[in-house]
């Protein structure tokens, strides 16, 4: 009997009527002959709504006690799940992190799991009862609450489904599956079928946010077949596992893009060891994120250096960099808060050539100047102006034939 | 050092306002060279909400899935309380009933408390923090979340106080101690310094719903002295303790009532063994709680039996002892659902001739007329009709004495 692990984010558990509806897709399956567990996240807007409430008593409450009182928020929906169910008249149980257990390490708001203790799941399942496990959450040695931070239910699925060795995790969410760009902005932009994780991390990390990156990648590394699919709306979904060399791969499988990005270059700096440190490092210290770095080869015995960030840590990020330049001696340093970057991605571009020249000769049709390029092996990502997000992205969804399959 | 359990009740937490007001109190307490262990409740509402959304969703949800989804109610405030403590620098650990660990038996709603684990408790007083321990919830051997029902939390507070010999419990409430009678009724009604658990008991049962009976019995059993306090108003609120043979005790204690009795009685049943039951026992089978039994002495092989019910469930009774009469051959029913039940207690009767005289006399004098009578040990309870309960409670209250301590 095939073995599913379901995921049902807040939107989906968010009132009464849609955890009467999870219940009735549930019941389907199940009728259909599949053991299920499920994992829910809380009703949305009640982590925001605890949160809050924190904050009234305390600027920056201890992670212990925040993870007691956020915990509490998927512990309700579990045990609504399990109540519409048996009011269905199908039997099931509601387990909390700590009851699973799902050990953690003890770094409060966003611990790791280290281990699934797998016994009680599948002695319900074995009795033909649905298994509902509160996301989010589990406990570490000392039996102290913790949770996985924002997104953590998608990895408790995925957890789960490792260490049931389940035969799919399905994460329904809002959106009916991974598309080859942003709808909003190409509206012939077509649902993927199935895509690799390589290539679903580069999408995630880009902005397409579907997943959470870290479910994802611990997908990856237990070679759990991930699925995304809509809570509303039938259909297959995507279909997220590893590379299948008997298949043939599509060249490129989306394209993505960051709208709020910010350049900052420093001109003219040394070129000698422990100059990027130098530079990345009073920055990383205000905890600003770093996305794209770039650094050409130097002349003169002097480089350019330039990295990209959010736009809302642009100033700070300006104000640190004058700093740093000044005492590294910089000649000048240059900088745009109005740039967006936009990347393609595939798994095919490995073996095949040109990939990059199509991009680049696409842009330039369109009189796109690029003013950054970088490249991983299935990616390739450049930054432009603005302006020119939404006609760099359809012109490269039309050029890699992305509306046909 | 002294050991106080402390128990806040829904309206004490009721509001982020008042958990702050919690922590100020709690914080004084502590620099008076006091151990703090704190049990709370949910904020008042919170159970009743979530009572309704169970409801929504299944009319008899399992007692298991309810316990998961009431116990998230305490969950939230311990968390809460930690941290406005922790925001006046004051350190504090939550713990919930699983936590701590406090055991109970499976029978979820109402589970029994059966053992109490205290060294994670022992051990953060020791360094100095204020302990803060989910009122009304436990779990059972399996690692399920059992709840206490109703009340439960003054239950939790005494049973902790006892598994950690603590020197008081306190409990914090909206009233501010136990008084001779209900003020609304009598306005020279004056709160009591002292009262034994015995009397606590009769007081309790008898409609001065001050303290969860439960656990009254918990700290008689234990020999936890407990203090109810006002939460809102200072004061020493009363102390409930055994009975100390050296102090002088008052005759009488104080008056309870009980409102809305109905009294039903069989008139001419056969006087033979297995009456009560045989007229009891189909009223029980429909959850009907009985309070006053009253059968006198038979005579021509007949009696007459006689009790009182609350009076929403006369209706039902009535109808279900009509058929019982029928069966038994009775002569017939007589009965009234305008009925009120006033009682003095007082350990102090015992060793007093003529007490139960001065009430008899005292309502003589007022020309009411008792319908019924039945006496504990430490309690005379007199049967009268509805519109004399202000003016018997009152005259009682005089003729005791009770206004001056």
Redesign the interface.
Known sequence: MALIVQKYGGTSVGT?ER??EVAKKLIKHQQQGVDLVVVLSAMSGETNR?IS??N????Q??G???D??L??GE??T???L???L??QGVQA??Y?G??VRILTDNTHNKARIMEIDDSVIRSDLSKGRIVVVAGFQGCDEQ???TTLGRGGSDTTAVALAAALKADECQIYTDVDGVYTTDPRVVSEARRLDQITYEEMLEMASLGAKVLQIRSVEFARNYNVPLRVLSSFKDGGGTLITAEDPTMEQAVISGIAFNRDEAKLTVLGVPDHPGIATKILGPIAKENIEVDMIIQNTGHDSTTDFTFTVHRNDYDTALKILQKTANSLGAREIISDNKITKVSIIGVGMRSHAGIANIMFETLANENINISMISTSEIKISVVVDEKYLELAVRSLHTAFNLEHS
Chains 1, 2 share one sequence.
Do not use: F, H, W, Y
């Open positions: 009464v955890i009467q605890l409430l924190a009234e008593l305390n600027d409450p201890k212990r006690e925040l007691v009182l915990s509490t512990q309700v579990i045990a609504l399990c109540m519409a048996e009011q149980t509601s909390t700590s009851q039996g102290n609450i």
